[in-house]
């Protein structure tokens, strides 16, 4: 799969800092506490909540070195921070019961599937740690996608899953977690105009594709909107 471009990635106007917020709001953190943000891509979301740590610790996790390579730009020598490589399919690179909290913001639907993924969540935090998610849920752009066999029906996407809200209930209940809260939450997202919309569909949702094809589905794409659904998760362990 091609690299992200962190560079490119910062610079465009993400609907992801308003579900960052959302995300980050729930977990009510406290300022001495330890949060790992999984799929922490540039950091973005991860420099927003170390503004709650003022004694605490942050520790950003991703699979993609051109990613943490943005985010290490924009933590430079804060001691606070940690900054590890990780594929979310398999245990965080810390020790168990090390979290008190953890965040994740438009990363899990990039996993072929979520049976893993909370169990290792559970496993990373204390008892009483808590996790507040974003992704990716069921019908998310499903508009958009419909659109792509007018350009090419032989394109393939990236394995994507856009969890439902039962199954993903089931999955945190079998993984042990209480007070269990999971939410489906439209969130259309007009983009300005076609050449941002290109940019971040490039950067972003369609980064296999030739800029031929980015440009038919953006004609496509009339009102330049993106019609995202997220799956909200809020849990935490006993």
Known sequence: MKAWDGVAYDALPLPHEQWGIRTIEALNLQPNETL???????????????????NGFLVCVDQSSTML?????????????KILEGDLDKAL???????????????????????NVWRHFFTALKPGGRIATDCGGFGNLAKT????????????????Y????????????????????VSLRPHPTPLPNKETLET??????????????????SELLTDNTLDYVRLEVRASKA
Request: with cysteine; net charge negative; aromatic share 8%.
């Open 93 to 115: 690179p810390v020790e168990p019961e090390s979290i008190d909290a953890i965040m994740s913001v438009a990363a899990l639907h990039w996993l072929a599937d979520h049976n």
């Open 69 to 81: 390579d943005q985010c290490r730009s924009r933590f430079g020598q804060d001691s606070r921070v």
């Open 200 to 217: 971040y569909l490039r950067t972003l949702v369609f980064r296999e594709w030739s800029d031929e094809h980015i440009s038919k589905i």
């Open 36 to 54: 790992l943000d999984a799929g922490c891509g540039t950091g973005r979301d991860a420099q927003l909540a170390l503004e709650q740590l003022p």
């Open 162 to 181: 856009y969890a439902n809200v039962a199954d993903t209930e089931a999955l945190l209940k079998a993984a042990g977690f209480v007070d269990i809260e």
């Open 145 to 160: 996608l419909a659109l792509v066999p007018q350009i090419d029906p032989n394109i393939k996407f990236p394995d994507w």
